[in-house]
């Protein structure tokens, strides 16, 4: 598709065996070589699974291992999230007719992105019924065209697929086999301990529990449903599910270009990449979650691995790519003077801006909030009276000016806490 609408490119369809990086060279599994000039690698993050080789795992980090959750949950009566990252919230609120049980190692759900008001803020929203009509988005949506078929077939080969994107579950029927819409319940401030299969769990002699019905009293009894997997909690309670969501955060997909050349490492695991995209090796760059922003950053930028920020880094990197070739000058990306992530999350449009979670400022900083229940929830950081970050939950409208405030720095101590007075339009003010 992408060779019929632009004749230069030319698309390879095997996985990396070896780069030999002093020859320029790369071999593939099929047995070619491709030498190259200059090489960008984009290979992404492999998912952290809970439990290798388990076949009542899955992990969701690409199309085909979306399909494969889709498949699974048409027969599931009850699934178990693990992990508190972007993908787990946005299962956890659009699953329907399953039971979920999600468990978190945090106080609070969503910990990547918020602080435990916004959660709560959610929670409420999380525990209710579903009965409202979703938001409408106002940005490019991005699917994928005439692959299934291929999709499938990778998938069942073992292969790993496409990265998902910010509308990863468009598309996908994520219905179990109830009726009823919505049914979640949190364990908080846990782990998983071990997990059982079916035989293994009655030899065991041990008991599992019920779904709790109400999400206030806590009271369980012994569940005698006989289910194919069993999550023993480190909160020393066990139960039974179809399946496992491991959604427990990614590690960058080094591997396949690591033996025989001497990449420096980010401490997470990345290749190290300069402020134009350029690894330790001559003439090869990386881009996205395979590598580590290793350069001084802007005061109000930090790397997440996320699909917005990798398409930022690969736009960039082709863009230093040319330059050198042309042996032109290139300036740092406006992208990167500005931590700046627009989602969803349980049908709340979410916006974060610079330090939103006031990330490397230590205990100098305030914050400044205003929640108007079930409508919005707005968080600013502040540092010396200047605005270094925000969460913008709801249609607020002020993700504009924020990211205004906070690039030109204007000191705002003179206007206290009515910056988020809602009689007053600082949208207008500071237009």
Same mark, same amino acid.
């Given at each position: 598709?992408?060779?019929?609408?632009?004749?230069?490119?030319?698309?390879?369809?095997?996985?990396?065996?070896?780069?030999?990086?002093?020859?320029?060279?790369?071999?593939?599994?099929?047995?070619?070589?491709?030498?190259?000039?200059?090489?960008?690698?984009?290979?992404?993050?492999?998912?952290?699974?809970?439990?290798?080789?388990?076949?009542?795992?899955?992990?969701?980090?690409?199309?085909?291992?979306?399909?494969?959750?889709?498949?699974?949950?048409?027969?599931?009566?009850?699934?178990?999230?693990?992990?508190?990252?972007?993908?787990?919230?946005?299962?956890?609120?659009?699953?329907?007719?399953?039971?979920?049980?999600?468990?978190?190692?945090?106080?609070?759900?969503?910990?990547?992105?918020?602080?435990?008001?916004?959660?709560?803020?959610?929670?409420?929203?999380?525990?209710?019924?579903?009965?409202?009509?979703?938001?409408?988005?106002?940005?490019?949506?991005?699917?994928?065209?005439?692959?299934?078929?291929?999709?499938?077939?990778?998938?069942?080969?073992?292969? @790993?697929? %496409? /990265?998902? *994107?910010?509308?990863?579950?468009?598309?996908?029927? +994520?219905? #179990?086999? !109830?009726?009823?819409?919505?049914?979640?319940?949190?364990?908080?401030?846990?782990?998983?301990?071990?997990?059982?299969?079916?035989?293994?769990?009655?030899?065991?002699?041990?008991?599992?529990?019920?779904?709790?019905?109400?999400?206030?009293?806590?009271?369980?009894?012994?569940?005698?449903?006989?289910?194919?997997?069993?999550?023993?909690?480190?909160?020393?309670?066990?139960?039974?599910?179809?399946? @496992?969501? %491991? /959604?427990? *955060?990614?590690?960058?997909?080094?591997?396949?270009? +690591?033996? #025989?050349? !001497?990449?420096?490492?980010?401490?997470?695991?990345?290749?190290?990449?300069?402020?134009?995209?350029?690894?330790?090796?001559?003439?090869?760059?990386?881009?996205?979650?395979?590598?580590?922003?290793?350069?001084?950053?802007?005061?109000?930028?930090?790397?997440?691995?996320?699909?917005?920020?990798?398409?930022?880094?690969?736009?960039?990197?082709?863009?230093?790519?040319?330059?050198?070739?042309?042996?032109?000058?290139?300036?740092?990306?406006?992208?990167?003077?500005?931590?700046?992530?627009?989602?969803?999350?349980?049908?709340?449009?979410?916006?974060?801006?610079?330090?939103?979670?006031?990330?490397?400022?230590?205990?100098?900083?305030?914050?400044?909030?205003?929640?108007?229940?079930?409508?919005?929830?707005?968080?600013?950081?502040?540092?010396?009276?200047?605005?270094?970050?925000?969460?913008?939950?709801?249609?607020?409208?002020?993700?504009?000016?924020?990211?205004?405030?906070?690039?030109?720095?204007?000191?705002?101590?003179?206007?206290?806490?009515?910056?988020?007075?809602?009689?007053?339009?600082?949208?207008?003010?500071?237009?």
């Amino acid at each position: 598709m992408l060779e019929n609408r632009f004749p230069n490119i030319k698309v390879i369809e095997s996985e990396v065996k070896q780069l030999k990086s002093e020859e320029h060279c790369i071999l593939t599994e099929d047995g070619s070589q491709y030498v190259y000039k200059k090489l960008c690698l984009c290979a992404g993050a492999k998912p952290k699974l809970i439990c290798e080789g388990n076949p009542y795992v899955l992990g969701i980090r690409d199309t085909d291992s979306a399909q494969e959750f889709q498949k699974q949950l048409t027969k599931a009566k009850r699934i178990m999230i693990i992990g508190n990252g972007g993908i787990a919230l946005e299962l956890a609120y659009e699953i329907e007719g399953c039971e979920v049980i999600w468990a978190i190692k945090d106080k609070a759900i969503g910990n990547t992105f918020f602080d435990a008001g916004a959660a709560e803020f959610l929670t409420s929203k999380l525990i209710a019924e579903k009965p409202e009509a979703k938001i409408a988005h106002k940005r490019t949506r991005y699917t994928i065209e005439g692959r299934k078929k291929e999709a499938e077939a990778k998938a069942n080969a073992g292969h @790993i697929g %496409s /990265a998902l *994107g910010p509308d990863w579950h468009e598309g996908l029927n +994520l219905k #179990g086999t !109830k009726e009823f819409s919505h049914k979640i319940h949190i364990e908080t401030m846990c782990e998983v301990k071990k997990i059982y299969l079916q035989k293994e769990f009655r030899f065991s002699k041990k008991n599992s529990l019920n779904f709790p019905k109400d999400h206030h009293n806590q009271s369980v009894t012994t569940d005698k449903e006989i289910w194919p997997v069993y999550v023993e909690l480190t909160n020393e309670k066990i139960y039974g599910c179809d399946f @496992i969501v %491991s /959604a427990t *955060g990614v590690t960058p997909n080094v591997e396949p270009f +690591l033996c #025989g050349n !001497k990449f420096d490492l980010g401490e997470d695991g990345g290749l190290k990449v300069d402020d134009h995209m350029r690894t330790s090796l001559p003439d090869i760059y990386a881009a996205g979650d395979v590598c580590s922003a290793s350069w001084q950053p802007s005061p109000f930028w930090q790397q997440m691995r996320l699909w917005t920020q990798a398409r930022q880094m690969g736009w960039y990197a082709a863009k230093c790519m040319a330059a050198a070739t042309l042996g032109d000058s290139i300036d740092m990306d406006f992208s990167f003077e500005l931590f700046a992530h627009v989602t969803k999350f349980f049908n709340y449009k979410v916006v974060l801006l610079g330090k939103y979670n006031a990330q490397s400022l230590g205990s100098d900083h305030e914050l400044m909030l205003r929640c108007t229940r079930g409508q919005e929830y707005i968080k600013v950081v502040m540092q010396n009276g200047r605005m270094m970050g925000a969460v913008l939950i709801g249609e607020t409208n002020l993700e504009e000016t924020f990211e205004n405030l906070i690039l030109n720095q204007m000191n705002l101590s003179s206007y206290g806490e009515d910056l988020l007075d809602p009689n007053i339009d600082i949208e207008d003010y500071f237009d």
